[in-house]
């Protein structure tokens, strides 16, 4: 059985509102202040779900989610966490073709590179809420050369008391409708035969046919040492090294370089088009960074845009097993607290090539 669009899909996978809540150390402890932890299981890990947005105006009303948790250290039954939200996974797969056999036939010049495989991205610190089996979320921002929660939580995450770990949880709060995780016990649905099936898919039962047949994780990736190097404006422009990560003298360092033939409107983020500049990289918490501009440098335009955000490396799509073919291209993600949407992404050379730059070809 052949199905194009999901075939591509799975090769894909393979290889690669401003609020103004005030912001505080941590999220204020119950008021009991010996409240038992939600649940005696470690929730780390890169759950596949599903938003349930009857109430959305624009996007995909049904969307597949991602929820990435990682243990807060030294800190009991706390998490931090990445929120991501797919783009439509058919269409992705068309530009990702396109790019896979520019080299013989410029199919790009017709559709396109790949630039785009989100549409919301969100950091959060997840604490014990006020009921069993329940945490809230808070979202999180850079202040003072730290990365610190909001005082209000945003979101609700509420486990199913019957279920282990993250499955059959909800997240409320988001005001276009839920987000609910099917978990482990729902079986992808298998690859069918014609296209009319296919098309009845959800976006969850695509991603989660894509994961298991491609047999692929999805790692939130944090050492630093094995990230370092090239990332390009899109996915597949292999000439267009716009942003290195390095260390020198032992401090970690990344350049924005600008573009010579990638338009603005083709990054994932317009505004990273004029982003240029050097900058000291820091790690206030694990897996999470900011950028700091050099001392004695006057402030730039590209100060302003960057330093408030926060760095992720987001293997969405890891094939880096070997059944998988063993590919691992992450994507450099620089979230904006205040506006999820927001988040400028650059994709690690897939040769993990270092100082490739940029070319006027």
Known sequence: MKIIP???????????VTPSTPVADAPAAPADGVRAPA?????????????????????LKRPAVRLYLNRAE???????????????LLKMSVPYLA???????????????????????????????????TYNM??????????????????LLSLNPKSAGISGAVITGNKDGNIVFPGDTEKPKGVFGKIGELLT????????????????????????????????????????????????????????MKSQITKAKKFT???????????????????????????NRARTASDVEMTGRIGLFLDVFDGSAPAAGG?????LVYTNPRDPEDYMMYYEHPQHLKNVGVSGK
Not at 270 to 294: A, N, Q, R
Not at 327 to 331: A, F, P, S
Request: aromatic share 10%; with cysteine.
């Open 327 to 331: 590919h691992m291209v992450t994507e």
């Open 74 to 88: 030294g800190e009991a039954d706390t998490y931090y966490a990445v929120l991501f939200e797919y783009t439509d």
């Open 39 to 59: 649940t005696n299981d470690d929730l780390s890990g890169a759950h596949l779900g599903e938003g349930l947005f009857s109430a959305r105006e624009d996007g």
């Open 99 to 133: 790019t896979e056999k520019a080299s013989a036939i410029k199919l790009n010049e017709l559709v396109g590179y790949l630039n785009e495989i989100g549409t919301h991205i969100e950091a959060f610190k997840v604490v014990p809420g006020a009921k069993a089996n």
């Open 269 to 295: 983020n317009p505004k990273s088009f004029d982003i240029v500049g050097d900058y000291l990289v820091s790690e206030p918490v694990p897996k999470m960074y900011i950028l700091t501009p050099p001392p």
């Open 201 to 256: 898919l959800t976006q969850y039962e695509m991603a989660s046919i894509a994961y298991s047949k491609g047999h692929l994780a999805s790692t939130w990736r944090g050492n630093w040492n094995d990230l370092e190097g090239s990332y390009l404006s899109v996915y597949g422009k292999l000439k267009d090294g716009v942003h290195e990560l390095y260390t020198e003298n032992g401090h970690r360092k990344v350049k924005f």
């Open 6 to 16: 999901l075939l591509a899909l799975s090769l894909l996978l393979s290889s690669c």
């Open 138 to 155: 808070h979202t999180l921002f850079v202040q003072n050369g730290r990365i610190v929660p909001a005082t209000a939580a945003k979101l």
